[in-house]
């Protein structure tokens, strides 16, 4: 089953076929995602979605987009994008400084923060980990930083 990021009304013709109307649906969401090794099944609860009721194809919103990719993030354990962020913003960095201090490719950092790629689980410990240490012991980030090679003037804080 197809998905596309369309806002659309149940009077609209499918953006696919050209042939059926929309329908929109409501209840649990099912679909299949793969996480990177394997298929996982994804339930979502109180979605509202539309479908074609002559090809099937199904045509989600941006919040229907975001509640799903939300769910993924849970299904894998893993901190979502948003959290990443977070973590970044808090110690106030950019995301290529947050890249550095990880020890990853920059572009590898963005897709993670962007929802891209999901992060590994080692990183997203390690990504925890920093986020716990923020709150309980900031000297292990100044450690960590010390170990990235960071300097103060290597580091200006962003703006």
Request: glycine share 6%.
């Amino acid at each position: 089953m197809k998905s596309t990021k369309i806002a659309a009304t149940t009077n609209d013709i499918c953006p696919v076929c050209r042939t059926g109307q929309l329908r929109l649906k409501t209840g649990t969401y099912e679909t299949v995602f793969n996480d990177g090794e394997e298929d996982k099944s994804l339930k979502v609860p109180d979605m509202r979605w539309l479908d074609c009721e002559h090809c099937g194809e199904v045509v989600l919103d941006d919040n229907a987009m975001d509640r799903i990719d939300q769910a993924k993030y849970r299904t894998l354990g893993l901190l979502t994008p948003a959290d990443i962020m977070a973590i970044r913003v808090r110690l106030q960095k950019t995301q290529e400084q947050m890249a550095a201090l990880l020890g990853i490719g920059k572009k590898t950092y963005c897709r993670w923060e962007n929802g891209t790629f999901f992060q590994i689980r080692v990183n997203d410990r390690y990504l925890r980990w920093i986020a716990r240490m923020l709150d309980e012991c900031p000297e292990a980030i100044e450690i960590l930083k010390e170990l990235a090679g960071e300097t103060p003037e290597k580091n200006p804080k962003p703006k």
